[in-house]
């Protein structure tokens, strides 16, 4: 593939899945899949530098600065910043208390991640299926999952468009679940007017490269209304340091032999600097946020209702570009939610088009230039849950109906007017030559 400079994401990176696409096939690429998903100026530029000059360079001012605004914004009580959505769900898993043999209820249509903070924990993800219009978990299905080993449901806002979260949160009230929102595709989306993360009992936040917005490339937020949950994710998010909720009497025990009373709050290093003590036996880990991350961070919050507003109307652009295709079914935007368009995704009628959608790929990418890629195959699919003993043809819905027949658009906010108005004519095209080559008169 030959990309302009402008466009260059490097050859094959360490980072595979996350970082890049880019192959030496010799294609050439008039609208290419980016893994840069935000707009970054001189704001991003300099506040990077400033921070760089501060005495602290991690988890200090700017990391206040940026979870109050996150907080703020979201309407949620609290805002957590740490290294990534993935750290941000593994924290939430061990405040849930998941332990060995809990089983979590889980959408199949979602990065690993989602999977893999339940899994760290020794837990057991259920996947319940999509819905065929949002490709969201689907509530009726959740439902079906419930077993006495229930603890949880993890949703995810596929795309930017919110579960319908009333039901979710209904049937968790019934069984006394806990919920948690993966909101790495919806910063700034909402549900009858409330924000993603606002909802469940905790939200987590992506801000990896792709994402609506980013710090850096990397980087995450825990929300919550649970004042109970502060302590314990603070705990978590940094190495068990200990915080009120495991040391209430102010008590610091050296072995069984000693134990002090910390009595003056003037004289900080006595008796230690600081305590350690795991979260009802969950160990913490170092999953903090640095100061820079944090201070583009406050800028692309800045700018997130303009970010948001641009992939809005970018997918409103594309939507009416393809609106009379036969064949291909463009993204569903529900009255009561306002979708933040983190991916474009198309699924297509195989029947219609008198082939599938792999054939379908690969024209709009060798011959129209087009670069599409495939979010998301379904977690059991993967070898390591295989070999757990998952069945593979388990949500039909899911690995048949949608990861199948589906594929995602570049989609970012600095898409021109040229390249939508491309890509829809290279959908056009490739339809038509499909046609052309299986339902010959
Ligand atoms: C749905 C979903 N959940 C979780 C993650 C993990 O996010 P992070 O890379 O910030 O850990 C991603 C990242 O792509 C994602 O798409």
């Not at 792709?210 to 490339?217: Q, W, Y």
């Amino acid at each position: 593939m030959t990309i302009d400079k402008e466009h260059f994401t490097g050859g094959k990176t360490e980072g595979g899945i996350t970082s890049s696409y880019a192959t030496d096939d010799g294609v050439k690429l008039k609208v290419p899949y980016s893994f840069m998903g935000s707009i970054y100026d001189d704001a991003e530029r300099n506040a990077a530098i400033a921070a760089m000059a501060q005495d602290t360079l991690t988890m200090g001012p700017k990391t206040q600065e940026f979870q109050n605004k996150f907080a703020a914004y979201h309407k949620v009580k609290y805002a957590f910043a740490c290294s990534n959505c993935t750290t941000g769900m593994h924290v939430m898993t061990q405040v849930f208390d998941i332990k060995p043999g809990d089983e979590v209820i889980v959408t199949p249509n979602t990065f690993v991640a989602t999977s893999l903070a339940v899994l760290k924990e020794g837990g057991i993800p259920v996947f319940a299926d999509i819905d065929e219009r949002t490709y969201n978990i689907d509530p009726e299905e959740v439902a079906k999952k419930v077993t006495n080993k229930t603890k949880a449901i993890y949703v995810v806002h596929y795309g930017g468009l919110m579960v319908d979260m009333d039901p979710i949160m209904e049937i968790a009230q019934k069984y006394g679940l806990k919920v948690l929102e993966d909101c790495a595709h919806a910063v700034g989306a909402s549900y009858k007017g409330r924000f993603a993360g606002s909802i469940g009992d905790a939200g987590a936040f992506s801000f990896h490269s792709l994402k609506n917005i980013t710090t850096c490339g990397e980087g995450g937020m825990i929300t919550t209304n649970h004042d109970e949950y502060s302590d314990p994710i603070q705990n978590l998010r940094c190495m068990s340091n200990n915080v009120a909720w495991a040391n209430p009497q102010n008590e610091w025990h050296f072995g069984d032999a000693i134990t002090m009373k910390k009595t003056s709050p003037i004289e900080y290093w006595l008796p230690a600097h600081f305590d350690v003590n795991p979260y009802k036996g969950h160990w913490g880990c170092n999953y903090r946020m640095n100061e820079i991350q944090a201070a583009v961070g406050c800028c692309q919050l800045d700018k997130l209702p303009m970010l948001t507003a641009k992939r809005r109307e970018i997918g409103h652009k594309i939507t009416a570009g393809l609106q009379d295709i036969d064949g291909i079914e463009p993204v569903y935007e529900p009255a009561d939610r306002v979708h933040v368009f983190h991916l474009y995704t198309l699924c297509m009628d195989e029947k219609k088009l008198g082939g599938n959608r792999d054939e379908f790929m690969r024209i709009l990418y060798e011959e129209e230039g087009v670069q599409g890629i495939l979010h998301y195959q379904p977690t059991f699919h993967f070898t390591g849950l295989r070999l757990m003993g998952y069945d593979p043809n388990q949500c039909p819905k899911a690995s048949k109906f949608f990861y199948k027949r589906e594929l995602n658009l570049p989609m970012h906010p600095r898409l021109t007017d040229e390249d939508i108005a491309t890509m829809c004519q290279a959908i056009k095209n490739t339809v038509a030559k499909m046609h052309k080559r299986h339902c010959k008169a």
